[in-house]
């Protein structure tokens, strides 16, 4: 355990952290398999935006990295133009 009150502190800022990362995370693994999961394009094209969005949202923040952001945002164009 730490033996400083500082480590303790960070210790307690990281859980935080990790929970409140793992929470936005896990909304774009949804938003993503929500679109994924559309068949019509009408409704892809509506719901594409909203999910990039959010992708570049947490991209931004460092939540998730910007080249899978990115890979991200192109297989889910593609998707769509496949429809």
Known sequence: MAS???AEKRIKQDAVKKLHNKYYAK?????VKKLRGTT???DAETL???VSSLIDRLAQKNIIH????SNLK???A???AKL
């Not at 909304?27 to 938003?31: E, H, L």
């Open 48 to 50: 594409y935006p909203k």
């Open 66 to 69: 910007k080249n899978k952001a």
């Open 78 to 80: 593609l998707h769509i």
């Open 74 to 76: 192109s297989k889910l």
């Open 27 to 31: 909304t774009m693994r949804n938003a």
């Open 40 to 42: 019509e394009k009408a």
């Open 4 to 6: 400083h009150k500082s």
